[in-house]
């Protein structure tokens, strides 16, 4: 058969893991498609460091989180190890690009400042529902927008995006098809910058992303919502999202989404019982089963 002809613009994906606990069959598994997506397509794969979290993030997790990358099989072209064309690797090092992005939003007036602490919005709600996804805020500090900036000294604020309510944001998954979410109704205003002077989630991952030419995202199915988040993002800072392929969630036997207190399905402790990367690999039809 005649070869495809190389595409013109390259595959670039990554793998994006938070070093505050030890990587466990979950992680392993979404990355792994990653990888094997990555290699299907002879595109190349990024590693990069989320350890924004500072208080959990912890140096003995970065090293144990590259071992475990190594011994169970994964290579990357780029990353916090040896570096690469869109260094640095690690979140915590890339601040300024990330505040660059804030003072955009914030200069064009798509972000407020928000004195609610989780308590507050959950007590707002009429029926706060335990999902996997944060309660829809309910814009209480849409009103005041503004006026507690005046006041230099009034205390550390998040600062929320307020999306165009009921706006649908689509996309197609390449593994879920059309995905379609209200603004306003499926997801409300959200955390872009924190109180304690951090990125949100939301913004670093889009802010990096863009950075670092990722043209496909590989995660989990439960970030859906936040892809459509990402995307109102992606719009009003001009930048070209990526594709985005969302993975099933790794469950236990009952249906509980693995986390990071199932630990004897850590890759450590896996590993310390004998186990090898295709012996784990060979795991995940069981858990999932
Ligand atoms: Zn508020």
Not at 8 to 28: E, M
Not at 235 to 249: A, I, N, Q, R, S
Request: one cysteine or more; hydrophobic letters at 40%; charged letters at 20%.
């Amino acid at each position: 058969m005649p070869a495809e002809p190389p595409s013109p613009i390259s595959y670039r994906g990554r793998l994006a893991p938070s070093p505050t606990g030890f990587l466990h069959l979950g992680h392993a598994r979404t990355f792994w498609i990653a990888q094997e997506r990555a290699q299907s397509h002879r595109g190349a794969l990024v590693l990069r460091n989320e350890d924004l979290d500072r208080a959990r993030s912890k140096r003995e997790f970065i090293t144990a989180m590259l071992e475990d990358l190594h011994w169970f099989g994964f290579q990357w072209q780029e990353g916090p190890d040896f570096g690469g064309p869109f260094a640095p690797y690690s979140q915590s090092q890339r601040l300024n690009l990330y505040r660059g992005a804030f003072e955009k939003l914030r200069a064009a007036g798509f972000v407020y400042p928000c004195v609610c602490s989780r308590q507050d919005v959950l007590r707002a709600l009429q029926a706060p529902h335990a999902g996997e996804d944060e309660p829809v805020y309910p814009g209480t500090c849409r009103a005041t927008k503004g006026n507690l900036v005046q006041n230099s000294n009034a205390a550390p604020v998040n600062w929320r995006f307020q999306v165009p309510d009921g706006e649908t944001v689509s996309f197609v998954d390449l593994r879920l098809g059309p995905q379609h979410f209200v603004a306003g109704r499926d997801f409300g205003d959200f955390v872009i910058w924190r109180h304690d002077d951090l990125p949100s989630y939301q913004l670093a991952v889009v802010v990096d992303d863009a950075a670092m030419a990722i043209t496909e995202v590989v995660r989990g199915e439960d970030l859906l919502k936040s892809t459509a988040r990402q995307l109102l993002l992606y719009k009003v800072l001009g930048l070209t999202p990526p594709k985005f392929y969302h993975c099933p969630l790794v469950t236990d036997q009952s249906g509980v989404r693995l986390a990071k207190r199932h630990d004897v399905l850590g890759l450590r402790a896996l590993r310390a019982t004998g186990a090898t990367p295709e012996s784990v690999r060979a795991l995940w039809g069981a858990v999932t089963s």
